[in-house]
């Protein structure tokens, strides 16, 4: 099963590379139509409320909610997402509560990758009297897909879909049932916009 799933992401990470060739950034205007018609003035960062699920595929399943935050540099087309959130879990007649901070974004390097983010989550669970502190390296796919037009722009939902790895930092604490594979689904609803100018 575990390698199934590792197949699976491993192909789906190979075909939104190719993709994503389409997505290039070409500075020397090559690709002009990468660019966001809008992207020679401004950056837009949003706040908002984060709404997220995820489930380690089998043993726990958690909702949450908190805050989130999102910036889109529109010279260089760069999207980046902060998060942090509460979440709880119900499965298997116990109760875990989760504390999660999590940063995604599109780029590696100077190669835009969009519509795939990659980045990380640090989620602390806590079950009873127990606790683990997991640490996620995590790739996924962000909508919008691309920042070409206006419209894309001001669009007040940003949507990720995560699949990630558990690494877990206290490793003597084996008794927290939750497992290594981990799917996550985060919500973004944008309530503050701001605008900065680009000055480069």
Same mark, same amino acid.
């Given at each position: ?30 690709? #002009?139509?990468?660019? /966001?018609?809008?992207? +020679? ?8 409320? !984060?709404?997220?699920? @995820? $489930? ?41 509560? #989760?504390?999660?901070? /999590?940063?995604?974004? +599109? ?8 519509? !795939?983010?990659?980045? @990380? $989550? ?79």
């Amino acid at each position: 099963m575990n390698k199934r799933i590792l197949h699976i992401a491993l192909s789906l990470i190979f075909a939104l590379f190719l993709y994503s060739a389409d997505a290039q950034v070409n500075k020397l205007g090559k690709k #002009s139509v990468s660019f /966001s018609s809008t992207g +020679n003035k401004w950056n837009r960062i949003r706040q908002g409320i !984060m709404f997220g699920v @995820g $489930s380690d595929v089998g043993n726990s399943a958690f909702v949450g909610l908190g805050y989130g935050a999102s910036q889109y540099f529109g010279v260089s087309n760069v999207f980046m997402q902060q998060s942090l959130a509460y979440q709880i879990s119900f499965l298997d007649n116990t109760i875990k509560h #989760s504390i999660e901070v /999590s940063l995604h974004n +599109n780029y590696f390097g100077g190669l835009d990758i969009s519509p !795939m983010v990659w980045g @990380g $989550s640090l989620m602390f669970v806590n079950e009873d009297e127990y606790g683990q502190l997991f640490l996620r390296p995590e790739v996924g796919l962000a909508y919008p897909f691309k920042y070409r037009s206006r419209a894309a722009e001001e669009k007040r939902l940003t949507i990720l879909l995560n699949y990630g790895y558990n690494f877990k930092l206290f490793e003597r604490r084996d008794n927290l049932g939750v497992g290594p594979h981990y799917i996550s689904l985060k919500f973004l609803f944008t309530i503050w916009t701001f605008k900065e100018m680009t000055f480069y």
